[in-house]
C-alpha cells in the first residue's frame, strides 16, 4: 500500500529557483561560448510569459474596474461616508505613489547598472530611445490628459498602450450602470462577476508558468549583458529603496495619519496594528486576514462596527497603497536600467495609470505583473524589462501587503463618524 504525498512547493518559491536556475543556465552558456543557443531555443519562452501577461491585462483591468464601480452600489447606504472613504483612498494611494516616485528619482538604484549594458537590453527590447523621446518632445505637457479619452474603443482594446483609455471607458460604464439602478444591470452583475472568475482563473494558469518564464528570461538577461555583476547591485539597492519606502507608508506615514485625523496615538496605533501587519507578512493576502483586520479595528481602535464592515472589504478592493508604491519604483528604476530619461509627461501617466490602475488590481499572487506590463507599455518602455524584478518579487509582495491593510485600517478609522478614543 503506497501512499505519494506530493510535497508542494509554493509558487514564489518556485520562481526564486527558477531566477537562480536562469542565472546559473545563462553563465554556464557563456563559459562555454552557448550565447546563440540561450537566445534562440530558451529566451523565447520567457517572451511568450511575458505576451501571456500581456494577453489578460485589457480583460483584467477592464473586467475588474467595471465590477468594483458596480460593487459600490452599497454606497447608497452611506452615500456621505461612501464619497469619503473612495476620496481619502485615493489620496492615500497618491501620495504612496509619489513618495515612491520620489525615493527612486533620488536614490536612482538604475544607476548601479553599466550605461553600455544598458544600451545593448535597449536593442535587445528594441527599444530606440531617441525614438521614444522624439515621440514625447511632440507632444505637449498636458498631452497624457488628452490620451484618457478614446475616440474608439475598439481601437483601444487592441493597444496595451492605450490602457489608460480603456481605464476611463470602464469607469465611465460602471458609473453609468449605477445610475440606472441596480434592479435594471443585474445580468450585468452577473456576468461581470462571471468573467472576473474567469479571468481570475486564466491569471492562475499563467502565474503557474512564471518560474519557467522566468527561468528563461533571466538566462537571456545574463547572456545578454555578459554576466555583468552590476546588475544584480542595482537589483540590491532597488529591492533596499522598495523596503524603505513600505515601511516609510507603515511606520512613519500611516501613524502619522492617525494621530492628525484621529484622537489614536502613534504609540496606540503601532501597538494594535503590529500582530496584523506579521500575520499580513505571512499571509500575503488582504483578503485572507480581512477578518482579523475588521477586529482590529473594532476592538483596538474604537472604530463603529457599521464603518469597519462597509470601509475595510471596499478597501481590500480599491486600497493598494503598498502595491502602488512598488510599481512605481519599480517602473523607473527599469526605465533607468535601460537608460530611459522618463520626461513629465510620462511620469504623470504613470502617477494618473497606477492610481487608477489600483482599483483593478486583483488580490491574487500574480496579479500586479500584469497591472505593470500595462503601464509599462503605456509610457513606451518594454514589458520585457519586468523579468529584472520578477525573481525578487516574493519578499516585496509579501511586505506591500502589510502596507495595504496598515491602510485600511488608518482609513477606517479617519471616515468613523464618532469619535475615536
Known amino acids: 500500500m503506497s501512499n505519494k504525498s506530493k510535497i508542494k512547493i509554493p509558487v514564489y518559491l518556485r520562481i526564486m529557483i527558477g531566477m537562480c536556475v536562469g542565472i546559473v543556465a545563462g553563465l554556464v552558456a557563456l563559459s562555454i561560448n552557448g550565447q546563440q543557443f540561450v537566445t534562440d531555443w530558451i529566451k523565447p ?48 494611494t497618491v501620495i504612496a505613489i509619489l513618495i515612491g516616485v520620489t525615493l527612486v528619482s533620488v536614490v536612482k538604484p538604475g544607476r548601479f547598472f553599466d550605461a553600455g549594458q544598458a544600451g545593448i537590453l535597449e536593442e535587445t527590447y ?200 512598488f510599481q512605481a519604483i519599480s517602473i523607473i528604476f527599469i526605465a533607468q536600467v535601460l537608460g530611459l530619461d522618463l520626461s513629465l509627461a510620462q511620469i504623470l501617466t504613470i502617477i494618473t495609470m497606477t492610481t487608477l490602475s489600483s482599483i483593478g488590481t486583483p488580490g491574487v499572487p500574480g496579479g500586479s505583473y500584469v497591472v505593470m506590463t500595462m503601464v509599462l507599455t503605456s509610457v513606451g518602455i518594454p514589458a520585457q524589462g519586468l523579468a529584472l524584478i520578477l525573481g525578487v518579487d516574493r519578499p516585496l509582495d509579501m511586505l506591500r501587503t502589510s502596507v495595504n491593510v496598515t491602510g485600511d485600517l488608518v482609513v477606517s478609522a479617519i471616515v468613523d463618524p464618532k469619535e475615536n478614543t
Open 126 to 325: 528594441s527599444l530606440t530611445v531617441n525614438t521614444v523621446m522624439e515621440e514625447q518632445r511632440k507632444q505637449g505637457p498636458l498631452s497624457f490628459i488628452e490620451d484618457i479619452v478614446p475616440n474608439n474603443i475598439i481601437s483601444a482594446i487592441g493597444d496595451n498602450r492605450k490602457m489608460l483609455q480603456i481605464i476611463f471607458f470602464a469607469l465611465m460604464f460602471g458609473i453609468a450602470a449605477l445610475t440606472v439602478g441596480k434592479d435594471k444591470i443585474k445580468p450585468v452583475i452577473e456576468l461581470f462577476n462571471s468573467l472576473n472568475d474567469i479571468i481570475l482563473k486564466m491569471i492562475d494558469y499563467v502565474i503557474r508558468t512564471a518560474p519557467y518564464g522566468v527561468m528563461a528570461l533571466m538566462a537571456g538577461l545574463v547572456v545578454d549583458t555578459s554576466g555583468d555583476i552590476g546588475l544584480f547591485s542595482a537589483l540590491a539597492v532597488y529591492g533596499a529603496t522598495v523596503v524603505f519606502g513600505l515601511l516609510f507608508l507603515m511606520l512613519c506615514f500611516y501613524p502619522l495619519l492617525a494621530k492628525l485625523f484621529t484622537k489614536i496615538s502613534v504609540k496606540q496605533f503601532l501597538k494594535s496594528v503590529y500582530p496584523l501587519q506579521l500575520l499580513a507578512f505571512s499571509t500575503s493576502s488582504s483578503s485572507a486576514v480581512l477578518p482579523v483586520t475588521m477586529d482590529v479595528g473594532k476592538n483596538k481602535l474604537g472604530v463603529h462596527e457599521e464603518t469597519c464592515s462597509f470601509v475595510m472589504p471596499l478597501g481590500a478592493t480599491i486600497n493598494m497603497d503598498g502595491t502602488s508604491c
Open 45 to 92: 519562452w520567457g517572451q511568450l510569459f511575458i505576451r501571456l501577461l500581456q494577453l489578460v491585462a485589457v480583460p483584467l483591468v477592464f473586467v475588474s474596474l467595471v465590477k468594483g464601480v458596480i460593487g459600490m452600489s452599497d454606497i447608497g447606504k452611506f452615500s456621505k461616508m461612501g464619497l469619503k472613504t473612495v476620496g481619502v483612498y485615493m489620496t492615500t
